[in-house]
Nanobody, 118 residues
Framework: QVQLVESGGGLVQAGGSLRLSCAASGRTFNKYNMGWFRQAPGKERELVARIGWSGGNTYYADSVKGRFTISRDDAEYTVYLQMNDLKPEDTGVYYC???????????WGQGTQVTVSS
């Protein structure tokens, strides 16, 4: 079992940057694939980025390629999402997830709000 706590969200102007963090409890963190999802108002939750348990095999949604970077620090039990050149359409609640499948979804954090103003 792992518990996830996201932080780093906030209000930022278009073109700005934010770094989200997801702190995990549990010694098995380094065995899980990790992912960041987001849910915009009135839309379904979508996968934004994922990273494999070994730190490789990253994936990015087309809408964030070249702007977002996912990384993990197993020594700190933390996964990050660096978001640059933010756009208003990046607005939403961002969730961290851990799991065994390629698209992780066994464990979820509570979410952190990101709002990008134009």
């Amino acid at each position: 079992q792992v518990q996830l706590v996201e932080s780093g969200g906030g209000l930022v102007q278009a073109g700005g940057s934010l770094r989200l963090s997801c702190a995990a409890s549990g010694r098995t963190f380094n065995k899980y694939n990790m992912g960041w999802f987001r849910q915009a108002p009135g839309k379904e939750r979508e996968l934004v980025a994922r990273i494999g348990w070994s730190g490789g095999n990253t994936y990015y949604a087309d809408s964030v390629k070249g702007r977002f970077t996912i990384s993990r620090d197993d020594a700190e039990y933390t996964v990050y999402l660096q978001m640059n050149d933010l756009k208003p359409e990046d607005t939403g609640v961002y969730y961290c997830a851990a799991g065994w499948n390629w698209v992780p979804g066994d464990y979820w954090g509570q979410g952190t709000q990101v709002t990008v103003s134009s």
